[in-house]
């Protein structure tokens, strides 16, 4: 969004602005430019975002979005700016995957995707359990690479091997590849019955790349602020010129 002081609606303040001291028509600029770029921020973006995205966790965009205020007194110049950082929270793919949620594009290294059964209250509305998280996932047994005449033999063998408490990585029963978590294993020696207790936490497919379509969600938050330049820009000439009385 651009603050156009030649407009017809801005510039009778404009030149009351620059009959006054020099400072105070960049002043006025600069102000409004940082306003704007918060109300973005604060405002606009996590109401934009609330209405592309599903929203697991609730501050995910306040907490990883900022904004750069503008500097210096050449309005020719002046740009406040609204961004998003990483460092903030766990998934931190998420926020590099921004660029091609706005704009369109293909998302790579996705092999592992979410099941519902991942997450908090097996909803796909929530967030990934802390003890699902692939973060957190390390010694992945692969059925594939294990001993076995048959594929029911070799996942049987991973099982075992991963034992109470681990991961291992097989296909359901319509052949999709799963990353289960073993949570127990009972078998009766007797009977020959094998009951493991098996949850599915991730659909997996090698170097899987996800083409996603543009939500165009900041560009529909700044045109949102955009409709309330003139007026922050109004207001803010209102309050330079009270400074100076």
Known sequence: MQ????????????????????????????????????????????????????????????????????????????????????????????????????????????????????????SNNRLIRSNARLSGIDNIVNARNQKGNTKAARFVNAILKAGDGGFVLGSNNNGENILWKVNSIKSNLKSKRFKPRLTPLYDYSPKRSVHVKATNFMKDASLKTGEKLEQMFNKEVERQIAKLK
């Open 3 to 122: 603050l156009n002081i030649n407009s017809s609606a801005v510039v009778a303040h404009t030149n009351r602005l620059e009959r006054l001291r020099i400072s105070v028509l960049p002043n006025a600029i600069r102000n409004t430019l940082n306003n704007a770029a918060y109300d973005v921020k604060t405002n606009t973006m996590p109401e934009s975002a609330k209405n592309n995205f599903v929203n697991r966790s609730p501050n995910f965009f306040k907490v990883t979005s900022k904004f750069d205020k503008a500097t210096g007194n050449n309005i020719n110049s002046m740009r406040s700016t609204v961004g998003f950082i990483t460092g903030k929270v766990k998934n931190d793919f998420s926020v590099k995957d921004l660029e091609q949620q706005e704009n369109s594009g293909t998302i790579k290294k996705r092999s592992f995707i979410p099941l519902k059964s991942a997450r908090t209250g097996n």
